[in-house]
């Protein structure tokens, strides 16, 4: 990445998105505190590909936009791309860039189901093929961050993000096990923009469970009798196995909240 010694600042804007303005407008901040325009090295053969891409989809041509997707992951995952802005932005200095690999992503995921049966059918077999491995260690593998970071929208992906969360929250992570459980949970109380996956077959309601401990367990989100109630009414029949106990998960939720003892790692 490089630099101009103009004044300018970046910003994330979610799904890995990020702006960039020129010192036209650096009256408008403290250019005393930032400085140097910020130019990510971003691509443009991937650039292209996505702008293919996108018109692909525009026709009703998912399946085949999938596929070049699936190549722009290939060749350029580690890559940004410059993304097109309004007339009015490219004026005053804006650039907006994306983080690829998020960016396909996120087009994926809101495709059609025929679409993403073809992202699946593409990445599965060696999606299964990390996950197994990974199952054979008694702890988190290589394998198993490369399966949720490379092929999280594969038919393993729900999977290893559950794996993570589980294995987070036995050794005291519970960020970490949130951020888990927060992949293929609708949860109103994580951040806005993270990518949920949309094809997951885990059991939603012992994930929601795990994560409101977790949540408990941090302490960074209020998790009392209202969320438990909240839960009871979303889940009013679940049971199974949980915090050591069996029984309907929101009664154990209430039973473990009122007497088990959570703390953090190294608090």
Known sequence: MNATRQTGFAVVLGLGCLACVSGRVSGQIDAQRMTGLFHPDSSHEAEQLLRNAAALARAGQQVEAVEVYLLVLQRHSQSMAEMPVSEEARQIGVRLYTDVRNYCEAQIAAMSDEARAAYRQRVD??????????????????????????????SWGDDASQRLGDLAFR???FAEAIRGYGRIVVDDTLPAGRLVHPDRDTNEALVAAKLLLSQAALGEVAVG???????ARAYPDAQG??????????????????????RAAGD
């Not at 009798?225 to 839960?231: C, G, H, K, N, T």
């Not at 196995?241 to 959570?262: F, K, P, Q, S």
């Open 125 to 154: 077999p060696q999606a299964r093929g990390w996950f197994e491995e990974s199952l054979a260690v008694p702890g988190v593998t290589p394998s198993l961050r490369k399966l949720e970071r490379e092929a999280f929208l594969s």
């Open 171 to 173: 050794e005291g992570r």
């Open 225 to 231: 009798p209202a969320q438990v109630e909240a839960y």
């Open 241 to 262: 196995t949980l915090a050591g106990r069996t029984g309907l998960y929101h009664e154990i939720l209430a039973a473990a909240l009122g007497e088990d003892n959570l």
